[in-house]
């Protein structure tokens, strides 16, 4: 370990106090991969690379330091239609009982954005079409990502469906584009979990998936808590395959049948 016992619980206080994730002690590798860009765009180099970075720029206490390290930690892995059970339940549970009215879809921590584009295109291939989905993230340079809809080859392979490819997608020189009209439904802001939601109305689907797993119980709690005033009685959330609601919060209930962790607000028709 080239990270000092110290600089990792500072790191770690630092990502908590800004984003309430909880970085163990155990996680220091995690720390080394993440902010060894960082140290190396500054000319640092060697086995003390991301110490001599924390040291020198992280604990000085610039203010765009700091957005760049919590943005570097908070970067989640995804891929299209990951873990498939939330979009199965989609297409089996929330279609069918939502006839063809508007559907609002909020997909939390989008990451890079294959999450909402794999929504728009269960929602497209249902030929629902009266849908809006907003898509949030706290880090700023993966949003962007996402805002644009252009992937490159590598990150096509990770479980896109060819037919789907086909369909909803356009070459762009050597990257690939979501098509335009699969976009025109959809916004991205930056959102931090840790304030209330965005936007007004209600929605009926919140994607909420692996993000969960970070947070102590008082804030997967509070969490819990804002949704509850955002989304429709009856409305849907969806969890990552390690992650429930059960002992946390007892207003959302479990879907039987459904594959998944999918739960449902209490208070309206199934």
Same mark, same amino acid.
């Given at each position: 370990?080239?990270?000092?016992?110290?600089?990792?619980?500072? %790191?770690?206080?630092?990502?908590?106090?800004?984003?309430?994730?909880?970085?163990?002690?155990?996680?220091?590798?995690?720390?080394?991969?993440?902010?060894?860009?960082?140290?190396?765009?500054?000319?640092?180099?060697?086995?003390?690379?991301?110490?001599?970075?924390?040291?020198?720029?992280?604990?000085?206490?610039?203010?765009?330091?700091?957005?760049?390290?919590?943005?570097?930690?908070?970067?989640?892995?995804?891929?299209?239609?990951?873990?498939?059970?939330?979009?199965?339940?989609?297409?089996?549970?929330?279609?069918?009982?939502?006839?063809?009215?508007?559907?609002?879809?909020?997909?939390?921590?989008?990451?890079?954005?294959?999450?909402?584009?794999?929504?728009?295109?269960?929602?497209?291939?249902?030929?629902?079409?009266?849908?809006?989905?907003?898509?949030?993230?706290?880090?700023?340079?993966?949003?962007?990502?996402?805002?644009?809809?252009?992937?490159?080859?590598?990150?096509?392979?990770?479980?896109?469906?060819?037919?789907?490819?086909?369909?909803?997608?356009?070459?762009?020189?050597?990257?690939?584009?979501?098509?335009?009209?699969?976009?025109?439904?959809?916004?991205?802001?930056?959102?931090?979990?840790?304030?209330?939601?965005?936007?007004?109305?209600?929605?009926?689907?919140?994607?909420?998936?692996? %993000?969960?797993?970070?947070?102590?119980?008082?804030?997967?709690?509070?969490?819990?808590?804002?949704?509850?005033?955002?989304?429709?009685?009856?409305?849907?959330?969806?969890?990552?395959?390690?992650?429930?609601?059960?002992?946390?919060?007892?207003?959302?209930?479990?879907?039987?049948?459904?594959?998944?962790?999918?739960?449902?607000?209490?208070?309206?028709?199934?």
């Amino acid at each position: 370990m080239t990270v000092s016992t110290q600089s990792f619980s500072f %790191v770690s206080d630092l990502v908590r106090r800004h984003s309430a994730i909880q970085l163990a002690p155990g996680k220091e590798y995690l720390v080394e991969s993440r902010l060894g860009p960082l140290a190396k765009e500054k000319g640092l180099q060697g086995l003390d690379a991301v110490e001599q970075y924390v040291q020198k720029y992280v604990r000085s206490g610039s203010s765009a330091e700091i957005v760049r390290v919590v943005e570097a930690m908070t970067t989640n892995e995804t891929s299209w239609f990951r873990d498939t059970s939330p979009f199965t339940a989609l297409r089996r549970v929330v279609l069918p009982g939502h006839g063809d009215g508007d559907l609002s879809v909020w997909s939390a921590a989008c990451s890079t954005g294959q999450e909402p584009y794999s929504i728009a295109m269960v929602l497209a291939e249902h030929g629902h079409q009266r849908f809006r989905i907003l898509a949030t993230d706290i880090n700023a340079q993966v949003l962007d990502r996402a805002r644009s809809g252009r992937y490159n080859q590598l990150e096509i392979n990770r479980g896109l469906p060819a037919p789907m490819l086909v369909r909803h997608f356009r070459r762009a020189g050597t990257e690939w584009e979501v098509d335009p009209g699969l976009r025109r439904n959809m916004t991205f802001e930056k959102h931090n979990l840790l304030t209330p939601p965005p936007g007004v109305g209600t929605f009926d689907v919140v994607f909420l998936r692996n %993000v969960l797993i970070y947070f102590d119980l008082p804030t997967k709690q509070s969490i819990l808590a804002r949704l509850r005033g955002r989304v429709r009685p009856g409305g849907y959330l969806m969890l990552g395959a390690a992650e429930t609601t059960v002992g946390v919060d007892p207003a959302w209930e479990r879907v039987d049948g459904a594959h998944g962790s999918i739960y449902r607000l209490r208070g309206g028709s199934a």
